[in-house]
Structure formats: structure tokens, C-alpha cells
């Protein structure tokens, strides 16, 4: 049974930086795809970074840049680094592991994955 847990959101002002991590037993970190939603205020839920098993990773063009995402394979956990933070990326942020591979394909979608974290809130104050 796989079990994703995330930590590290809280409240920044605009500019500020946050570290998201997302511990996970049960899957395993040497295959598939690994990925960050988020779901803002009254919207959709959105999938914003992907990493594959070997490394290859992929953002979506609103974070580019300012986003982050990488794994410890030894440490089984996910990390979402976050830097300049905007209003407009204040939301619930998920992790999220599918069985699917992502190296050639980025995973965007919802209904690629198959396992959900619980969430962690993040609040950008402008």
C-alpha cells in the first residue's frame, strides 16, 4: 500500500521561498513517475512539476524557473523546492506517485497517478 505524506507549507510573503516534502513507503522511487499538484482557491486541481525514475523532469511554464522538484531515492521522499513565491501560487499542494513512467512524457494529469498525499497549504501574502 503506498502512503505519500507531505509537509513544509505554511504562510510567505511574496518573494519568500518554502521547501515542500513528501515522504512515501510503498513505492518505489527506482520506477514510474513522481509528481506536485496543487489546487488554488475555487480552482481545479493542476499538476505543475513531474520526475521521472531516472531524473528527467518536467514543469509546467508557471513555475518554470522558480520551482524545483527532486527525490531522495534513499530517503524515499520528494521535494519541491519554491523560490520568488506569488500570490497566485497560494494553494493546497499534493504529491502524488503514478506506476506509469515519465522520462519521455510529462504528467500532467490527474488521472495519470494513482496514489494522493493528504496535502500541505501553501499562502503567499503579496
Do not use: H
Not at 500500500?1 to 515542500?20: D, F, I, N
Not at 482557491?41 to 522558480?66: L, M, Q, T
Request: glycine letters at 12%.
Amino acid at each position: 500500500q503506498v502512503q505519500l505524506a507531505e509537509s513544509g507549507g505554511g504562510s510567505v510573503q511574496a518573494g519568500g521561498s518554502l521547501r515542500l516534502s513528501c515522504a512515501a513507503s510503498g513505492f518505489a522511487f527506482s520506477s514510474g513517475c513522481l509528481g506536485w499538484f496543487r489546487r488554488p482557491p475555487g480552482r481545479e486541481r493542476e499538476g505543475i512539476a513531474s520526475i521521472g525514475n531516472i531524473g528527467r523532469i518536467n514543469y509546467v511554464d508557471s513555475v518554470k524557473g522558480r520551482f524545483t522538484i527532486s527525490k531522495d531515492n534513499n530517503k524515499n521522499t520528494l521535494y519541491l523546492q519554491m523560490n520568488n513565491l506569488k500570490p497566485e501560487d497560494t494553494a493546497m499542494y499534493y504529491c502524488a506517485a503514478s506506476s506509469m513512467g515519465c522520462n519521455n512524457t510529462p504528467r500532467f494529469a490527474s488521472y495519470d497517478y494513482n496514489d494522493w498525499g493528504q496535502g500541505t497549504q501553501v499562502t503567499v501574502s503579496s
